[in-house]
């Protein structure tokens, strides 16, 4: 009997076994959404000075056309994932295509600032749907593990090509159409998506089912826009008005609230003990640390080449292309590396990376030599090439195989967490510098930001020391051997040890390598 998409049937939830090239049709549906998704991150930053002349938005109002997108989007990865396995996966694909592009049509329309970041935020509903449930029809189209090896290893390299195409796209529509005109790209390319989407890609469905869990998912939200707020509004309302520290209390008190909540859920939206591993805890904050070098990173270079160098805009995304180039480069050289010697060398290698771009930027002034702007960009680029593929393969690592997809979207989510903080605190330092007592000019100002990029540098190096040990692999084993299921119908307990191959990894043996190569998706 054959499926509806043209391939054996299907078992219930699952999709049809589809022809191989059907399978590829599937992968490049699904990359289509990943570029528009992509594209969006490198594009927007390039458009921000045109934008804020446009529509008269200083510094903060700019932060917020960036942290709009990504607080939405890191609020709602994990429950988009969810929802998606409940409803079925080409569902929820469809409708976050839906969204996006109609939230990027809207954008292109926006009459104000106030109106821009709203329809953002609608842009980012949609975007939550589109990643991480496009990486969830690869996992179930392509079956075969070298197969779906190769298809996440091109999946995961889209995002560097849409990065690297962002700077040169966005410059050469801002110049020739306006800043609307970055928003108008994504409108043809998703309604293809769209349409394609409806005609080849299978339904599917997990076969069990997560619970959801609106208290955690409302705590997370008011917790990461208390802090946001807090972080972005703070210049300009003053950091001990009313307004911002009741700010931060609410954000403590909704940490505080999922702390003492979350242990007691059922099925939680973030398992409290994933945190006993070190290298998931560690990877975490290594991706909050890297995120956040990269959100400042795109803000401030932007507004320091537009408006204190006086570039175009097309020539200011020029100036940052090898910063995406070496960043598509080095994502798939990191996952070799990472199987071939661990997670520490390529750790090691982004935060001195990192560290040394943040120190050639942190003393950059109006007419810093152009040779030294390129090696910060080169040393950046690098960097965060490099740091990708460890985060991914230390949250999976050491996790029983049915909490794998669980552990990476809390690294999906921390690094939009760490692109929210990284905007509004670099962003935030740099106007207290340019607003301060000394009212300093945007480029020296802009220093404060860039020792932040820097110690943010060093923290990742630190913790590439510290969770790529024994000590560290040994806690992820124990937390491993306390969270796979101890069921065991002939009682001799080798449930338990089922649960986990002979690798003492706790995944199926290509899931690192696939992990790896996933990462580059974000």
Same mark, same amino acid.
Request: hydrophobic share 50%; net charge positive.
């Given at each position: =009997?054959?499926?509806?998409?043209?391939?054996?049937? #299907?078992?219930?939830?699952?999709?049809?076994?589809?022809?191989?090239?059907?399978?590829?049709?599937?992968?490049?549906?699904?990359? =289509?959404?990943?570029? @528009?998704?992509?594209? &969006?991150?490198?594009?927007?930053?390039?458009?921000?000075?045109?934008?804020?002349?446009?529509?008269?938005?200083?510094?903060?109002?700019?932060?917020?056309?960036?942290?709009?997108?990504?607080? /939405?989007?890191?609020?709602?990865?994990?429950?988009?994932?969810?929802?998606? &396995?409940?409803?079925?996966?080409?569902?929820?694909?469809?409708?976050?295509?839906?969204?996006?592009?109609?939230?990027?049509? +809207?954008?292109?329309?926006?009459?104000?600032?106030?109106?821009?970041?709203?329809?953002?935020? $609608?842009?980012?509903?949609?975007?939550?749907?589109?990643?991480?449930?496009? =990486?969830?029809?690869?996992?179930?189209?392509?079956?075969?593990?070298?197969?779906?090896?190769?298809?996440?290893?091109?999946?995961?390299?889209? @995002?560097?090509?849409?990065?690297?195409?962002?700077?040169?796209?966005?410059?050469?529509?801002?110049?020739? *159409?306006?800043?609307?005109?970055?928003?108008?790209?994504?409108?043809?390319?998703? @309604?293809?998506?769209?349409?394609?989407?409806?005609?080849?890609?299978?339904?599917?469905?997990?076969?069990?089912?997560?619970?959801?869990? #609106? *208290?955690?998912?409302?705590?997370?939200?008011?917790?990461?826009?208390? $802090?946001?707020?807090?972080?972005?509004?703070?210049?300009?309302?003053?950091?001990?008005? #009313?307004?911002?520290?009741?700010?931060?209390?609410?954000?403590?008190?909704?940490?505080?609230?999922?702390?003492?909540?979350?242990?007691?859920?059922?099925?939680?939206?973030?398992?409290?003990?994933?945190?006993?591993?070190?290298?998931?805890?560690?990877?975490?904050?290594?991706?909050?640390?890297?995120?956040?070098?990269?959100?400042?990173?795109?803000? *401030?270079?932007?507004?320091? +080449?537009? &408006?204190?160098?006086?570039?175009?805009?097309?020539?200011?995304?020029?100036?940052?292309?090898?910063?995406?180039?070496?960043?598509?480069?080095?994502?798939?050289?990191?996952?070799?590396?990472?199987?071939?010697?661990?997670?520490?060398?390529?750790?090691? /290698?982004?935060?001195?990376?990192?560290?040394?771009?943040?120190?050639?930027?942190?003393? /950059?002034?109006?007419?810093?030599?152009?040779?030294? $702007?390129?090696?910060?960009?080169?040393?950046?680029?690098?960097?965060?090439?490099?740091?990708?593929?460890?985060?991914?393969?230390?949250?999976?690592?050491?996790?029983?195989?049915?909490?794998?997809?669980?552990?990476?979207? *809390?690294?999906?989510?921390?690094?939009?967490?760490?692109?929210?903080?990284?905007?509004?605190?670099?962003?935030?330092?740099?106007?207290?510098?340019?607003?301060?007592?000394?009212?300093?000019?945007?480029?020296?100002?802009?220093?404060?930001?860039?020792?932040? /990029?820097?110690?943010?540098?060093?923290?990742?190096?630190?913790?590439?020391?510290?969770?790529?040990?024994?000590?560290?692999?040994?806690?992820?084993?124990?937390?491993?051997?306390?969270?796979? #299921?101890?069921?065991?119908? &002939?009682?001799?307990?080798?449930?338990?040890?089922?649960?986990?191959?002979?690798?003492?990894?706790?995944?199926?043996?290509?899931?690192?390598?696939?992990?790896?190569?996933?990462?580059?998706?974000?």
């Amino acid at each position: =009997m054959t499926g509806p998409a043209g391939g054996s049937s #299907p078992q219930p939830g699952q999709p049809a076994q589809l022809s191989h090239s059907r399978r590829l049709l599937v992968l490049a549906i699904c990359c =289509m959404s990943l570029f @528009i998704v992509g594209l &969006d991150v490198t594009i927007v930053n390039v458009a921000l000075p045109s934008i804020g002349r446009e529509l008269h938005a200083g510094v903060s109002g700019l932060q917020w056309i960036i942290d709009a997108y990504t607080l /939405v989007l890191a609020s709602l990865l994990m429950l988009s994932g969810s929802t998606a &396995d409940r409803i079925g996966r080409r569902r929820t694909f469809q409708t976050g295509l839906v969204l996006f592009t109609a939230g990027s049509l +809207l954008c292109s329309l926006a009459p104000g600032l106030g109106w821009l970041v709203a329809f953002r935020m $609608l842009q980012a509903v949609g975007g939550s749907m589109l990643n991480p449930v496009a =990486m969830s029809i690869i996992t179930n189209t392509f079956i075969e593990p070298r197969e779906r090896a190769r298809a996440i290893g091109i999946w995961g390299g889209v @995002i560097g090509l849409s990065m690297a195409l962002g700077p040169i796209t966005g410059g050469l529509l801002v110049e020739s *159409v306006g800043w609307r005109g970055i928003f108008w790209v994504n409108v043809p390319v998703g @309604i293809a998506a769209l349409a394609l989407t409806a005609l080849f890609v299978p339904e599917s469905r997990a076969p069990r089912r997560r619970k959801l869990d #609106p *208290v955690g998912q409302l705590l997370i939200i008011v917790l990461l826009a208390a $802090l946001v707020y807090g972080l972005i509004e703070g210049p300009g309302s003053g950091w001990t008005s #009313p307004k911002i520290l009741g700010c931060f209390a609410l954000a403590a008190a909704a940490l505080l609230a999922l702390a003492v909540y979350e242990p007691r859920c059922a099925e939680p939206l973030i398992d409290p003990r994933f945190f006993r591993s070190a290298p998931f805890s560690g990877a975490v904050v290594i991706a909050i640390c890297a995120f956040a070098t990269l959100g400042g990173f795109l803000l *401030v270079n932007t507004l320091y +080449l537009q &408006d204190v160098r006086g570039f175009t805009p097309l020539l200011a995304g020029a100036y940052t292309l090898p910063m995406a180039a070496m960043t598509a480069i080095c994502s798939p050289l990191s996952g070799r590396l990472v199987g071939a010697r661990g997670t520490r060398p390529p750790l090691l /290698v982004a935060g001195l990376s990192i560290t040394a771009a943040g120190v050639i930027m942190a003393h /950059v002034a109006s007419d810093t030599a152009t040779i030294a $702007l390129l090696a910060s960009y080169v040393l950046f680029g690098l960097g965060f090439g490099m740091v990708n593929a460890p985060i991914t393969n230390s949250t999976v690592s050491g996790m029983p195989r049915e909490q794998a997809g669980v552990a990476a979207g *809390v690294a999906s989510t921390s690094r939009q967490i760490g692109s929210s903080l990284g905007v509004a605190v670099i962003g935030s330092a740099t106007i207290s510098a340019l607003h301060g007592p000394f009212r300093l000019g945007f480029a020296a100002a802009s220093h404060a930001g860039w020792w932040i /990029v820097t110690g943010c540098g060093v923290v990742i190096f630190v913790l590439g020391l510290l969770v790529s040990g024994r000590w560290a692999h040994q806690t992820a084993l124990r937390t491993a051997s306390r969270m796979a #299921p101890g069921d065991d119908d &002939d009682g001799d307990g080798a449930g338990e040890a089922g649960a986990r191959p002979a690798t003492g990894t706790g995944l199926s043996p290509e899931t690192p390598r696939l992990a790896r190569q996933q990462d580059a998706a974000g």
